[in-house]
């Protein structure tokens, strides 16, 4: 771990301050409150001086089961790193933090979503266990258009980890 990951602490936010250190645009900010406050969706970030330095958020229940089934699989997304403060194992300081999270909320496996082209972020992701793949897929996991369909994106993959 490195002095400058060492040193900064992890907070939880509730769902208005976190909507606005998360800048959520409008089309998921409902979507994001709600699972907020229905106690199924936690924000975490560092904030050093007012600036967001990193942030993630945990998701316990969605609807895609395979990524979040709200008994034994949660899902953490939006992980985040200051581009100036990348390197300094700030990102795997907040993912050890919300495995530590889910395992206290009894969950068993924690899931990701990587783009499948992203061979740097993969190699990240399986050093730090995240080695099962659970399924390719080619659409959003949270954002739906106006008819309720989730939006098509490049194919990413969903990975998994054992955490108890």
């Given at each position: 771990m490195s002095v400058i990951?060492?040193?900064l602490k992890i907070k939880y936010y509730p769902a208005e301050k976190a909507a606005k250190l998360l800048r959520v645009p409008e089309h998921g900010k409902k979507l994001f409150m709600e699972k907020?406050?229905?106690g199924n969706c936690f924000f975490y970030a560092i904030v050093v001086l007012n600036k967001t330095i990193g942030k993630i958020i945990l998701f316990t229940d969605l609807d895609d089961k395979d990524l979040a089934d709200g008994k034994?699989?949660?899902?953490?997304?939006?992980?985040w790193v200051h581009p100036k403060?990348?390197?300094?194992?700030i990102g795997s300081k907040l993912i050890?933090?919300?495995?530590?999270q889910a395992r206290k909320k009894g969950?068993?496996?924690l899931t990701l979503v990587?783009?499948?082209d992203n061979e740097k972020n993969m190699s990240i992701y399986k050093h730090l266990g995240f080695d099962t793949v659970v399924k390719y897929k080619n659409q959003d996991v949270l954002i739906k258009n106006k008819n309720g369909d989730y939006i098509t994106m490049k194919e990413h993959a969903i990975l998994k980890k054992k955490i108890r």
């Open positions: 990951s060492g040193i907020m406050n229905n034994s699989v949660c899902y953490f997304s939006n992980l403060l990348r390197g300094y194992k050890r933090y919300v495995e530590k969950f068993e496996y990587v783009y499948t």
